[in-house]
């Protein structure tokens, strides 16, 4: 599995080193830091640094949930692009569906009292609205059984029209007579003994999600699976003449893509406490694309390093639109566009000059360090 | 009886101004093999300059026609500016560049012309509508008809006849072995692009006198793509004609399945159709089957 080239005078001498997640002591130790960082250090100080003026606001916890939730969308986006080579523009339709299944669980779902009590209810639904997302993608990944390529970016557009503008706007949001938009009454998001009402408690949560989804891609990714989803997208006759069954390991992708999308949907009810959908646009789709091509296609922590880019990009942008309002009121009334456009050029710009995202360039830095002094 | 003969004739008219939005994307699948996912915004930049040079006073003719001279350079900086380095590229990074370049225009359009909803003043074609028995006919659904098929001639004679037409179809086939041959793709890339960009500005004009213009036209030119599949992406005839069977489905769900499903049926009912109809025929009509080999 290792795709980094091991520092010099490093040998692995059995299987169990060589199949080892993270494979010298370095990388243990800087993943720790980095967890350490991220579960202690970061919540600690994020009081004090959103304090701070500008940089404050780029690194406070809302930002970092909504990176949370860029990273599980990609992640689907990621497995069915950059891994599958099955073209989705219509991901965020397995989001909502995520979405809107487990709000739905929640609110007219006679649930047992013993698992109100105990706080099951919100977890149960993450999954059973995963199940769903996963079955819902299938259902519109099977013309990849035929076409493949634009015709495909055509079905999967067809998803998202489908799905949100559609089945969820003129139906599903009506269940209820709550007309579009489902609000989830304090007190109804709880996992287990915590109420999901504070910043830090949804932090935590995403960054266990985040985790978890991670870990079990990256576990499917270098078994036999993920080979066979490799195969498929490198040359999809080639690995049917080899004996792969390109339709269910395809729908296989689509499956699992969903199921991480109904992961993220879920998750994002839980930091807003009200959805419609309005919350799951084209746009975003076409959002998540962007955020896998700017941190590269093919790679598990491109999806991370692409959520993080775009989630900072925004926020720095919002803070210096908030500072310069006085000097430039247009630029204020006009600042959905600014990004729009900008997140547009970006995504050329890196199309063209940077062709293999960011984790291309964290790859070399880091092989350059690692095969130090003789990096040639 | 009525009701179907009054459904079909609105679907082949609405279905005309699908067909010259489908005829710009297919002539830019056909010349460089590119998907332009930003047709919609083509449309959108065409029917915002002709607009604002109508409203300054210009015959709407003359005001098309500068839209299209604007489109032609739009068409060329383009080129130059985003897709001239992505020659062998893979096809799908170019795609995602018109993704991206879907954004970027749609944002300067905004920025621009803001979101309001803006009509030609005073309108171009007359209210009255055309009627033949019967038959109650808009007059800016014919006159796009009649573009439609005026443009389809014009284009299916460029492709056949010409030498330019004959390198962008080649360009399209296989970038690699056209440059080998010496067709210069960058002058491929430009051309249709400025010819996707005036196809464009013709067909948002004509859009823009039906409802007014405001940002949401845009999407037109995603309800587009499904009469582009069902012709078969790299055929002009079958842009047109898939354009006139999706106007009139639509139409016809529109008629006839609101009682039942309520809501936006018209709108979704193109997609649905198409991720059927892929399922049994995945080149469309008249595509080019492409037989693969290892």
Known sequence: MSTTFLPCGTYHENYSQDHAWWQTGFVKGKMILLFLFLFVVFPFLEPYIAEVEFIGGVFSFAVFIVIGYYVLGALGVQLLIGYCGQVTLGHAAFIAVGAYTSTLLILQFPWPQFMLDWGLAYPVSIFVAAVTAGMWSVLFGLPSAKVKGFYLILTTMAAQFITVDFILTQYVSQIGGRGQAFSLPPGTIKIGPWLMDSGIKIYYFMLVLVILCCAGLLNLLRSKVGRAWVAIRDNDIAAETMGINIVKYKLFAFFVAGFIGGVAGAFWVSNLAAISPEHFPWFLSLWLVGIILIGGAGSVHGAIYGAIFMGILIEILNQFIMITADVFPALLMRSMFVKDGLFGLAICGFLIYEPNGLAYRWWQAKNYFNLWPFSY | ?294
């Open chain 2, 1 to 294: 009886m009525e009701l179907f003969l009054m459904t079909i004739t609105t679907g082949v008219m609405v279905g005309g101004i699908y067909a010259l939005i489908a005829l710009g994307w297919v002539l830019i699948y056909k010349c460089s093999g590119v998907l332009n996912l930003a047709m919609g915004e083509l449309t959108l930049i065409g029917a915002y300059v002709s607009l604002s040079f109508y409203e300054a006073g210009v015959p709407f003719v003359l005001a098309v026609g500068i839209s299209l001279i604007i489109g032609l350079i739009l068409g060329i900086l383009t080129e130059r500016i985003f897709l001239d380095k992505l020659i062998g590229e893979p096809v799908l990074t170019v795609i995602m560049v018109t993704v991206g370049l879907s954004f970027f225009f749609r944002a300067v359009v905004e920025i621009i012309w803001g979101t309001d909803t803006r009509v030609f003043t005073p309108a171009v074609f007359s209210m009255e509508p055309i009627r033949i028995g019967f038959l109650v006919i808009g007059r800016v659904y014919l006159w796009s008809f009649v573009v439609a098929l005026l443009l389809l001639v014009v284009f299916v004679g460029f492709f056949k006849y010409t030498k330019w037409g004959l390198a962008m179809q080649a360009t399209a086939d296989d970038e690699m072995a056209a440059l080998s041959i010496g067709v210069s793709a960058r002058f491929v890339y430009a051309a249709a692009w400025s010819i996707a960009f005036m196809a464009a500005g013709v067909g948002g004009s004509l859009l823009g006198n039906i409802n007014g213009l405001n940002i949401s036209v845009g999407y037109l030119g995603l309800l587009v793509l499904p009469a582009v599949v069902l012709g078969g992406l790299n055929s002009v005839p079958g842009a047109i004609v898939g354009g006139i069977i999706i106007g009139v489905l639509q139409n016809l769900c529109g008629a006839y399945l609101d009682q039942y499903f309520p809501g936006g049926v018209k709108e979704i009912a193109p997609f649905a159709f198409m991720a059927v109809f892929l399922l049994f025929k995945p080149f469309g009509l008249w595509g080019w089957e492409r037989i693969e080999r290892v």
